[in-house]
């Protein structure tokens, strides 16, 4: 199919094409050789790179990589129950969730 993106060749030996078979299974697809070969490409680069590719992943991704804490409220009514800011110096929300979560 033609693209205006380059092309990349790879090695066609057993590996490859137990790793496209693999792929194919997995992802459920009926696509040809070369875009399940890019799926995993992208899908293992993400990987590698620690990506989370669902949200249960991204959550755990946040906790333990920025200790993260699940929200006990929406975001609008922590906001709104928050103390009354000074004009001349605006809060920020991770300030005022930090009081919040101290508080409670």
Known sequence: MPTKHKR???IRDSAVD???SRGRAALGSGDGDAAIARELV???ARAVGGQPESAGELR???TTNWDA???SA???TTLAQAPAEDARRPRKASEILTELRREG
Do not use: N, S, Y
Request: a neutral charge; charged letters at 10%; glycine letters at 12%.
């Open 8 to 10: 990349v060749a790879i």
């Open 18 to 20: 137990a790793a496209i």
């Open 42 to 44: 992208i899908r293992g």
């Open 60 to 62: 755990q991704w946040l």
């Open 69 to 71: 804490q699940e929200a």
């Open 74 to 76: 929406p975001l609008g």
